[in-house]
């Protein structure tokens, strides 16, 4: 029999070095022989396979030993370096709301180089670099905030995605999502601002961008009226059983099936 010719490399890579991102697997290769023996084996998916598996949380030398025919052995080694652990993370302060709606965001990543936030609204991303080139350094407290919009007549979700890498530009991913109602604008026009006792008012709704099914008018002098019609009008009489001029400061609430005002 020909004598053993043993090598072990990281497979696909023909070598017997290699860095990768902490937690990801990498699958070994040894040949020359007919049995296989790995050790450490504690991070290997079979530590008896020719290409087994190996999941490394700190910088890892693994041995193989290949024994063939009559009995001969030998030995070779693979260095995994493995690179320092990363999390990918942030909070909000509200998750769902009515436009324009502010949301706060505070950062909560470990071990992170590069940060990019999108927005999922079409917006230029939010990117910071520890280095502060060619991005800004990250601010202290790592907090910020973004206006999202929504001039549809439905609910829109958007999925804010942080992409985070550290210095071996391994990366990690997060994800939240954030729900915002239409935006809602209450307006109207009276045909007179001022007048004789008894004074009749005609309002006209002139709401906008408006996704309302209540409006609540509220005349200022103890009277209230709802209506439903985005583009009606509503007439009201003032009265004054005062020596003096009065005036009354109304005030129109526009709801929508949503609850935003």
């Not at 009995?71 to 990363?86: C, H, K, Q, R, Y």
């Not at 009749?200 to 709704?205: A, G, K, M, P």
């Not at 009277?223 to 007439?235: E, K, L, Q, R, Y």
């Amino acid at each position: 029999y020909n004598e053993l010719n043993i090598q072990a490399v990281v497979a696909g890579t023909s070598s017997d070095v290699l860095k990768t991102c902490y937690g990801n697997p990498v699958q070994l290769y040894a040949y020359g022989g007919t049995n296989y023996i790995w050790t450490p084996d504690s991070t290997l998916s079979d530590p008896t396979s020719q290409l087994p598996m190996a999941t490394p949380h700190v910088n890892t030398k693994y041995k193989v030993i290949v024994s063939g025919a009559c009995n001969m052995t030998d030995s070779a080694f693979i260095n995994v370096l493995v690179s320092t652990p990363l999390s990918a993370s942030f909070t909000t302060d509200k998750i769902e709301g009515c436009a324009p709606f502010t949301v706060n965001f505070e950062d909560k990543s470990t071990g992170i180089k590069y940060w990019r936030y999108d927005f999922g609204d079409g917006s230029a991303y939010l990117k910071y670099n520890t280095d502060g080139t060619p991005d800004p350094a990250p601010p202290s407290p790592f907090v910020f905030s973004h206006t999202f919009q929504n001039n549809s007549d439905t609910a829109v979700t958007y999925k804010v995605t942080l992409l985070a890498k550290n210095a071996d530009y391994c990366s990690a991913v997060y994800e939240k999502y954030i729900t915002v109602y239409p935006s809602i604008n209450a307006t109207f026009t009276p045909n007179t601002a001022q007048g004789c006792n008894p004074q009749t008012v005609t309002f006209t709704n002139s709401s906008s961008n408006n996704t309302a099914d209540s409006y609540l008018w509220e005349f200022g002098d103890g009277f209230n009226d709802v209506t439903s019609d985005p583009a009606g009008t509503i007439t009201h009489t003032f009265n004054n059983s005062i020596a003096k001029d009065s005036t009354y400061q109304m005030r129109m609430i526009a709801t929508s099936p949503f609850g935003c005002k």
